[in-house]
């Protein structure tokens, strides 16, 4: 079992930057993939970025492609996500995912957090 706590949200600019954490608790981190997905009012949720269970490998949504980083410490349990050049588009509940998936971009993740709010004015 696998439980997972967000933070770092919050009130933005556009144009500005935050970092999301992630904090993980169970002995079987390190061999989950990772994810961020994300849901704004009324829409479906939607897969941000995922990464290995190694760190080797990451995926990216083509809207965050090259703002966001993702990255992990396994010797923290943690998960992060570096948002950068943050849009009005980009507000949404954030939510962080792991578990043993086969395609990185689908919700089929075993457990997730329970989101953290960023909100980016104009």
């Known amino acids: 079992q696998v439980q997972l706590v967000e933070s770092g949200g919050g009130l933005v600019q556009a144009g500005g930057s935050l970092r999301l954490s992630c904090a993980a608790s169970?002995?079987?981190?390190?061999?989950?993939?990772m994810a961020w997905f994300r849901q704004a009012p009324g829409k479906e949720r939607e897969f941000v970025a995922a990464?290995?269970?190694?760190?080797?490998?990451?995926y990216y949504a083509d809207s965050v492609k090259g703002r966001f980083t993702i990255s992990r410490d396994n010797t923290k349990n943690t998960e992060y996500l570096q948002m950068n050049s943050l849009k009005p588009g980009d507000t949404a509940l954030y939510f962080c995912?792991?578990?043993?998936?086969?395609?990185?971009?689908?919700?089929?993740?075993?457990?997730w957090g329970h989101g953290t709010q960023v909100t980016v004015s104009s």
């Open positions: 990464i290995s269970w190694s760190g080797g490998s990451t």
């Open positions: 995912a792991a578990g043993s998936v086969n395609r990185y971009y689908d919700p089929e993740y075993e457990f």
């Open positions: 169970g002995r079987t981190f390190s061999s989950y993939t």
